[in-house]
């Protein structure tokens, strides 16, 4: 995004929320934005496809790696293999992709080589590691299919990594490219071949017509026949699930028939209906309505077999058996559970929501599944952000749940309470399907935590969101997340949270004033979950110890970073760093009792973070980018922080003299309407997620905004709640 000039704001002024409502129906303009942010991410369940069992796999950094040398120990120099997958982009852009080669690659993107390998670029195997490449990549709006072709070198290199290179916040998964395929997760590929490809694939196409056969080879299985499928166990049981829909109102009548291979009982709706206790045909009815029910088999395993053969209901009843959730890529009535040792207890119905992995006993665990070998079945979380568990959505979520709660609104709370329990329902889920595939479809944070970017944020919201109504699985992340934080996270020897290792090499050795909003809400929110006071005492702490590397006395402001490596702050004056140490200490204030021994210290820091921020406030009433610059662009995330900071002060006594604080932040909600939200609750003028440096020029010309970044709109809407009830607060005090 290009700044606007500072006289001007980034809203014509006919355009502007302020043209709409003057500024002051802070309800209104809240309302407003909240509505807009909801109608842009509906709540789409996760997606369930088939995955097919494959050497080609993610890794934890959710690379796809590519062992050709050992998926194919005789592959001979001069023969080469193809790997090919697709990607839906609903945008074009630019994005960077990483490579790495351990023998001769070459990679084609829409049918056009992008990328050929040099000696140079190889890591043969059992040599050096060489870091991956970065190759940028101008996708295309629609599909966008990728083709690697791996080679073999004289020295035995061969295989490649390829895949996103943003692990963390964009860890895209390809698709089967072709029709025969449809909907199913991952790569296909050739065995090694002599002579290249007639043409190399651009479009999906019937795999027939590339003159190649593609693997991992799809099979055709008897259905019904479990051991086909799991193999004969006898003792063990598994179970088998479909939908059978009616056509009329009320129920209707619908008869079922079909052949037993053994044991089955069968439940209708979780009421057992019928069983078999040996092969042989059987019948029975069940009265099925329009929408269908569920109809789970149990099936046990005996000397012969196991497993047993449905018929389609009789044309003339217009009932039909549906998979009971879509599976893309699997065009089978029934999903499969099992198999479960001898003695097992199991309970089918804990598993319908299909959100859990299954103890099978024995050490064994497994998910829902196809009735074709090898082709497992996957959730993926294919939402542009709902259903995400990262730190902006954290205080972004936070700003709608307040935002219902102010407005009387259960639909926008509800709306949150979703969100969170996608992710929390998914927990232990995404622990499991990690180490199974490599790397989680859904939860890539949560599930892989090593910073306190994963956890604290969002996690602090969780913990707030539970508050409304129990959530699944929020109370075991909420713990891991507390452990994570108390014991894990890498700390300076007085016990500082730092980043010992960042997401780039550049941010190794840092401390970051941001990580207080990662580490403090959480902290004051659990302690009041598990009544345990010492992760209060230890957030106290912390935003003491912070002060002491990153507090700038002579401006009363703070640094962005602590380089821990020299051993010096960067001195650099970035807003929404500031902003976040200033939401932090008013939320520890909030939680701290009167009598707490750092209370005190912690009341000072704030009022002295409140004069610095107070006296840098620009004329139209927001803050800037770079806090003392003020031709650097104004910044809306940090002028909400420091406006909530404010009005909570004014109104919780915190400040000796609160009046200039009120007048401030009742200016910069005038200055946000005025200039930075426009008439349809489109919010201007976010830093994106940022880097750092000890330079200021990189903060104002290198960082800049974007529209409707989740970095702000939950912190506007959180400082426009607060601002409304300092106003109401003053008001009733004449």
Request: proline share 6%.
């Amino acid at each position: 995004m290009t700044t606007k000039a500072r006289s001007g704001g980034y809203v014509d002024p006919s355009e502007s929320m302020a043209a709409q409502t003057d500024g002051l129906r802070i309800p209104h303009v809240l309302e407003t934005m909240a509505r807009r942010y909801v109608g842009d991410n509906p709540p789409h369940e996760p997606v369930f496809r088939v995955a097919r069992t494959s050497e080609i796999r993610k890794l934890p950094n959710h690379l796809y790696e590519f062992p050709a040398g050992k998926m194919f120990p005789s592959m001979r120099e001069g023969q080469r293999v193809y790997a090919w997958a697709k990607l839906w982009i609903d945008r074009p852009h630019d994005f960077v992709f990483l490579l790495r080669c351990f023998g001769p690659v070459r990679l084609y993107h829409n049918g056009e080589k992008r990328y050929g390998s040099s000696t140079e670029e190889t890591a043969a195997s059992g040599g050096p590691e060489v870091p991956p490449l970065k190759l940028k990549v101008a996708l295309t709006s629609g599909w966008n299919h990728f083709v690697l072709e791996l080679g073999k070198d004289g020295a035995g290199g061969c295989g490649a990594e390829f895949g996103t290179g943003s692990r963390k916040n964009k860890p895209f998964h390809f698709l089967a490219p072709t029709g025969e395929r449809d909907g199913e997760e991952g790569w296909i590929y050739t065995e090694p071949r002599d002579e290249p490809l007639a043409g190399v694939p651009e479009r999906t196409m019937a795999e027939a017509s590339t003159g190649a056969e593609w693997l991992p080879a799809r099979t055709a299985v008897e259905e019904g026949r479990l051991e086909r499928l799991y193999g004969t166990k006898p003792g063990h049981a598994a179970y088998a699930w479909t939908k059978v829909l009616g056509i009329a109102v009320p129920a209707r009548r619908v008869e079922l028939t079909g052949t037993a291979y053994g044991p089955v009982r069968f439940a209708w709706n979780g009421e057992e209906c019928h069983s078999v206790q040996e092969a042989g045909e059987f019948a029975f009815a069940v009265d099925a309505p329009p929408e269908g029910g569920d109809l789970i088999a149990e099936c046990v395993c005996g000397d012969r077999g196991w497993g047993f053969r449905l018929q389609e209901p009789a044309p003339e009843t217009g009932a039909a058996l549906a998979v009971p959730r879509p599976v893309r890529g699997h065009e089978g009535k029934w999903l499969h559970l099992g198999p479960f040792a001898p003695g097992t207890a199991v309970n089918a119905g804990d598993y319908l929501a299909m959100d859990a992995a299954a103890e099978g006993g024995g050490g064994a665990s497994f998910f829902w599944t196809t009735g074709e070998p090898g082709a497992c079945i996957r959730p993926f979380l294919e939402n542009e952000l709902f259903g995400r568990w990262n730190y902006p959505l954290g205080v972004t979520l936070t700003g709608l749940l307040e935002t219902g709660g102010l407005l009387g609104r259960g639909d926008l709370a509800d709306y949150v309470l979703r969100h969170v329990e996608f992710a929390t329902s998914f927990y232990a889920y995404s622990l499991w399907d990690r180490e199974r595939f490599g790397a989680a479809g859904l939860n890539n944070q949560l599930s892989d935590i090593d910073s306190l970017d994963d956890c604290g944020s969002f996690g602090a919201l969780a913990i707030l969101a539970g508050r409304h109504r129990p959530l699944k699985g929020a109370r075991a992340a909420a713990d891991d997340i507390a452990r994570y934080i108390m014991r894990v996270q890498d700390r300076m020897e007085d016990g500082a949270l730092y980043r010992r290792v960042g997401v780039s090499p550049s941010m190794h050795n840092t401390m970051w004033c941001d990580d207080m909003y990662m580490s403090v809400p959480f902290l004051c929110r659990y302690a009041e979950l598990s009544g345990d006071s010492g992760c209060l005492n230890e957030a106290a702490r912390q935003l003491l110890l912070y002060k002491q590397y990153l507090y700038m006395p002579e401006k009363r402001i703070m640094s962005h970073v602590y380089d821990v490596a020299a051993g010096k702050p960067s001195r650099t004056a970035w807003g929404r760093g500031n902003g976040w140490v200033f939401f932090s200490l008013a939320v520890l204030l909030g939680a701290l009792p009167q009598a707490h021994a750092s209370r005190p210290a912690i009341l000072a820091f704030y009022r002295e973070l409140a004069g610095g921020y107070l006296a840098l406030q620009g004329e139209s009433g927001l803050w800037h980018q770079v806090l003392t610059d003020p031709e650097s662009y104004e910044e809306s995330s940090c002028t909400s922080m420091f406006m909530y900071g404010f009005a909570l002060g004014v109104r919780h006594g915190w400040l000796a003299d609160p009046q200039p604080y009120a007048r401030a932040a009742l200016a910069g909600w005038r200055g946000l309407c005025e200039r930075a939200i426009d008439a349809r609750g489109n919010l201007y003028g976010v830093c994106k997620g940022s880097s750092w440096s000890y330079s200021h020029a990189y903060y104002k010309h290198e960082l800049g905004w974007n529209l409707n970044d989740t970095h702000g709109i939950g912190i506007v809407l959180l400082a426009g709640i607060e601002t409304h009830r300092m106003k109401e607060w003053l008001g009733g005090r004449g």
